[in-house]
């Protein structure tokens, strides 16, 4: 024993100059630790939204949160790390602490366990399956799905049919609009209030590093970009819907916009994208280009088990890593979507540098940044060549179709964002009034071009909103403007990493240019500074302007004696299709 004494001391004497230095490294380590038992509770959760166990376990994680950032030493800790000199890694430690700290403070272990309560409800709602049945007793239509899709089965209905299905989808869907929500937005916005903040969106987004000044300076940037596209896009339906000579309405709008081509036809296309497949074709292109994803926890489940959408937790990085993803059906471009998306996560997490895996609020920058640099890897997935590559068997002229299309459909995705933020922000402003609302969701469409009247109502008379039914919005509050940044560092991204390394499809330097320029680009240098550094481009919209374009005119109508086309042939995998 006393041969390992010196040993021990000069242990003990190197931790107390390293605690002194860093007053965060304790905690760093103890918060690691609770993250982790809380990520595998949201992980389980998530991957069964019915697990009860799971969500005691959650609940009870959740309560350390708030102990560990109502623990004295803890918060003097923080607070002796927010005096540290502008730039330094302390500082940007003790800040992003204490913005997590604010937030939790606000919370009261009851008020925790009332918000996971409401937000089991919600799910539960969301996840209960119902269908519209046709007339002839044979057809069943799912109404769980957005729009878009569950229209697609009406198409070769009659107008009365596709209204029918048109009132009970709206009816279904806004069964979450109600006592539940309010409530969940009530006793947030008292938090809130607590912590000094107007409502709780104000809050979270101040949890995210972001304030409501740089939302609407994005906004307002993209705001001329955006609606001239939506506005030709609108004139392209308004037009199909009189040479097919049917209303412009909530009902036919879907039709129309794939009658007019402005919508991907991914019944064709999915039928080459198996999702039994996803996995090993993602993990051999992302190998190819220098990423390997490690030995990954990846589940897959359908949404009435499986919360809808794709979700990765950093459980112990970089080594124990889980993805998530719903999956309803067996062919489907958005899985693969889903999966190379939530991949790039994956890759981050395993390549952070020794300082930032030490500190778990190091291990991400601003969501409103990490979404974008996920997001490049769909765009990868879009190009050309990757379809052509690792998706055996498509048809040559889906490919520059399905590049083309998601361009086109970026900018919807940017305009339906951008309602999600503003109707978010107006829920929490006043929750007890739905019909104000949901009227004020109608007005953010209208603005966007986006509306088609009338505007549909439920039974009671509540106006449709399909930005209230996201459930993004309730498990994380003050989310949805990150997919308004997120084409914009996306593009500036991708068009850094094609000005350096030429093409990334099977491009073996991807991952490591990443590593190299981004993701260790310094655990305090702001993920803005990065992206400037590797992005020639002064006004950030730049790179997202030469991407997207204008829709093609509507093609001239063929002479009223041409001769019909020839039936499709049958698409590949047709009889395995599930239903929308």
């Known amino acids: 024993m006393l041969k390992k004494l010196p040993l021990l001391l000069a242990m003990l004497f190197v931790l107390s100059c390293s605690t002194q230095q860093d007053p965060l490294a304790r905690i760093d380590h103890r918060y690691a630790e609770i993250l982790a038992d809380l990520n595998a509770a949201r992980r389980d959760t998530t991957r069964n939204v019915h697990n009860k166990d799971a969500l005691r376990r959650k609940v009870a994680f959740e309560q350390q949160i708030l102990a560990f950032f109502n623990d004295p030493a803890v918060m003097s800790a923080i607070e002796q790390a927010r005096k540290s000199p502008e730039g330094t890694l302390l500082r940007h430690k003790g800040e992003s602490y204490w913005r997590q700290a604010v937030v939790?403070?606000?919370?009261?272990?009851?008020?925790?366990?009332?918000?996971?309560?409401?937000?089991?409800?919600?799910?539960?709602?969301?996840?209960?399956?119902?269908?519209?049945?046709?007339?002839?007793?044979?057809?069943?239509?799912?109404?769980?799905?957005?729009?878009?899709?569950?229209?697609?089965?009406?198409?070769?209905?009659?107008?009365?049919?596709?209204?029918?299905?048109?009132?009970?989808?709206?009816?279904?869907?806004?069964?979450?609009?109600?006592?539940?929500?309010?409530?969940?937005?009530?006793l947030r916005n008292r938090v809130a209030k607590r912590a000094g903040f107007e409502t709780y969106?104000?809050?979270?987004?101040?949890?995210?590093?972001?304030?409501?000044?740089?939302?609407?300076?994005?906004?307002?940037?993209?705001?001329?970009?955006?609606?001239?596209?939506?506005?030709?896009?609108?004139?392209?339906?308004?037009?199909?819907?009189?040479?097919?000579?049917?209303?412009?309405?909530?009902?036919?709008?879907?039709?129309?916009?794939?009658?007019?081509?402005?919508?991907?036809?991914?019944?064709?296309?999915?039928?080459?994208?198996?999702?039994?497949?996803?996995?090993?074709?993602?993990?051999?292109?992302?190998?190819?280009?220098?990423?390997?994803?490690?030995?990954?926890?990846?589940?897959?489940?359908?949404s009435r088990y499986t919360l809808p959408g794709a979700y990765s937790f950093p459980i112990r990085p970089p080594d124990l890593l889980a993805m998530i993803i719903s999956v309803d059906k067996r062919f489907d471009t958005w899985f693969y979507e889903a999966m190379i998306h939530e991949s790039g996560y994956i890759w981050w997490w395993r390549n952070l540098q020794a300082q930032a895996l030490a500190s778990p609020v190091l291990w991400e920058p601003p969501s409103a940044y990490m979404e974008g640099f996920a997001q490049l890897f769909e765009r990868i997935m879009y190009e050309p060549a990757w379809l052509k590559r690792y998706i055996p068997d498509i048809p040559p002229q889906l490919l520059q179709q399905l590049s083309d299309n998601r361009a086109q459909q970026a900018v919807r995705a940017i305009t339906e964002s951008i309602i999600e933020t503003a109707v978010e922000r107006r829920a929490y402003e006043d929750p007890t009034n739905w019909g104000a609302v949901a009227r004020y969701c109608t007005d953010m469409e209208?603005?966007?071009?986006?509306?088609?009247?009338?505007?549909?109502?439920?039974?009671?008379?509540?106006?449709?909103?399909?930005?209230?039914?996201?459930?993004?919005?309730?498990?994380?509050?003050?989310?949805?403007?990150?997919?308004?940044?997120s084409y914009i560092t996306e593009a500036r991204l991708f068009e850094a990493l094609r000005a350096d390394l030429g093409t990334p499809v099977a491009n073996?330097?991807?991952?490591?240019?990443?590593?190299?320029?981004?993701?260790?680009?310094?655990?305090?240098?702001?993920?803005?500074?990065?992206?400037?550094?590797?992005?020639?481009?002064?006004?950030?919209?730049?790179?997202?302007?030469?991407?997207?374009?204008?829709?093609?005119?509507l093609a001239p109508e063929p002479p009223a004696n041409a001769p019909s086309p020839a039936p499709s042939p049958p698409r590949k995998g047709d009889n395995n299709k599930l239903p929308r």
């Not at 009332?114 to 996840?127: F, H, K, P, V, Y």
């Not at 986006?450 to 009671?460: F, G």
């Not at 992206?531 to 997202?544: I, N």
Request: proline content about 7%; glycine content about 6%; charged content about 25%.
């Open 201 to 302: 969106w104000h809050l979270a987004l101040f949890n995210r590093g972001l304030d409501q000044n740089d939302v609407d300076k994005l906004v307002q940037e993209l705001h001329s970009v955006i609606v001239p596209l939506n506005r030709a896009r609108a004139q392209i339906v308004e037009l199909q819907a009189q040479r097919m000579g049917i209303a412009n309405d909530f009902a036919n709008n879907p039709l129309l916009r794939r009658a007019a081509g402005l919508e991907t036809d991914n019944t064709v296309a999915e039928s080459y994208f198996d999702t039994d497949l996803a996995e090993s074709r993602i993990r051999e292109s992302l190998s190819d280009m220098g990423i390997d994803l490690g030995n990954l926890q990846i589940y897959y489940g359908p």
């Open 104 to 186: 939790s403070r606000a919370w009261t272990k009851k008020e925790k366990e009332q918000e996971t309560r409401l937000l089991a409800i919600l799910d539960n709602i969301s996840g209960s399956q119902a269908s519209w049945g046709h007339p002839d007793g044979r057809t069943q239509v799912p109404l769980n799905g957005p729009w878009l899709s569950t229209s697609q089965d009406a198409d070769a209905m009659p107008g009365d049919l596709r209204e029918d299905l048109d009132a009970e989808y709206v009816d279904h869907r806004m069964r979450l609009v109600g006592d539940d929500l309010r409530d969940l937005i009530q």
């Open 446 to 485: 209208s603005t966007y071009d986006l509306h088609v009247e009338p505007t549909p109502t439920t039974s009671d008379g509540l106006p449709y909103c399909e930005a209230l039914l996201h459930p993004l919005i309730w498990h994380y509050p003050a989310y949805a403007q990150n997919y308004i940044f």
């Open 508 to 553: 073996g330097a991807v991952g490591p240019w990443l590593v190299d320029n981004i993701i260790q680009g310094g655990a305090s240098s702001p993920f803005e500074s990065r992206l400037d550094s590797v992005s020639p481009d002064t006004d950030r919209t730049a790179a997202l302007k030469r991407y997207i374009k204008p829709p093609a005119p």
